[in-house]
């Protein structure tokens, strides 16, 4: 059975679980002749009943499931004769990836060694007792853990209790592996930026004017230590950010008060919706517009009025991100306003204020906390956005603050670092994970800087 129908099979019982102890939790409660008391109501126990279920048999399963593959790989490869054996790593992923082939049907067993055509029935008969062994062990595990939790159920169990504590050990599993993840994506992208380091200086690296990380394959030849100053795109993520946000924050902040405070319900249902579409077109979409419509239309502005404007620009860029981040603070700052008390507008109002000083005197304020988290969340996406500078504002790592002129990001830098066959020993590799890094330091100190600011309000308004 695949993985896929066995975790089917084990929700229709984990299901049966949970009704079989609801209804002997209802059974001992109304028993013939009058009325007894459960500790739990009956809910707790069909959770009980369903935990027991599903636990052990999720445990064993996924534990088995991340083991089984290297161990039969291992099985299959330490059968094979010494003469065709493998000798290093490399040699024994090209073989494993020979026999998986032959193994799929991918690759006939006629245009291989006889060996490793033997190797591949092997693999396929220990696949197949493995498939058929995982699904016996989680359904008896399912079928006993069940079971077992059923003939346990009794008015005196302290069943909230009990599935409140397993409930608690989740969460707090769920919250350690969230944290592991993030300290993991930290560790590996500083082990990868210190080796960075090592090879080029930090002060040349955060100070460095020239960016041309397009290293030499020879030392004889000429620029052999390419050039890793970052400034030119630091300078162009803020300006291609702070055009986007130049543009959203007044637009979405705006829409967002006309839509809480002013708009029709017949209006606001129509155009909150409608708003919130532009969440949702692809990136890449956005891209096409700026390149062919945007852009275009910005050069040939600027050329009626004597401008020099390039074919791809930072304003071009920065006006299409402002437009696509514009539902981002729309819709949390009409959220966080809707949401202000109805006791603060009447109090405004009956001390004589009009509807527009309580929304600058009184709404903004209160929900200030709400509106700065919206502006964070759409300055980290266009921080983020790769696609639209791309296509917009080109790949030339330039030096300047004019909008007009074509700049990069750091994000597009490291697309194009880690794109094609790379050798993750070389600086020119490495850069991406360093710029990864600053970018991470960068977003880290935003949302410092927007934690003070929500704290220092809310305080304030609370």
Known sequence: MQTGNLLMVLAVMIGVAYFLGHVRATGLARPLGGIRHLHSLPFYFSMRSALWCALPALLVMGTWLAFDDSIIRTMVLDTLPADIAPADESARNLMISQIQNVASGALPPSFVDPQVAAAAERLSRIQSTNTMAVTVVVLVLAIFGGAWAWLKVSPEMRARQQVEKVLQWMFMLCATLAILTTVGIVASVLFESLQFFGRVPFTEFMFGLQWSPQTALRSDQVAAQGAFGAIPLFVGTLLISFIALLVAVPVGLMSAIYLAEYAHPKVRSFAKPALEVLAGVPTVVYGFFAALTVAPFIRDLGESIGLNVSSESAL?????????????????????????????????????????????????PAALPGIMGGILLAAS?????????????????????????????????????????????????????????????????MNVLALHIVKKYREQYD
């Open 316 to 364: 071009a860029a920065g006006l299409v991100m402002g437009v696509m981040i514009i539902p981002f603070i729309s819709s949390l700052a009409d959220d966080v306003i809707t949401a202000v008390p109805q006791s603060l507008r009447d109090g405004s109002l009956g001390l004589g204020a009009t509807h527009s000083e309580t929304i600058k005197k009184v709404i903004l």
């Open 381 to 445: 996406r266009a921080i983020g956005e790769t696609m639209i500078v791309v296509m917009a504002a080109g790949l030339a790592a330039n030096l300047t603050v004019n909008p007009l002129e074509a700049v990069t990001t750091i994000t597009v830098q490291i697309v194009t670092l880690l794109t094609g066959d790379q050798e993750f020993d070389s600086a020119k590799t490495l850069a991406a994970f360093a710029l990864g890094l600053m970018l991470f330091v960068t977003t880290l100190a």
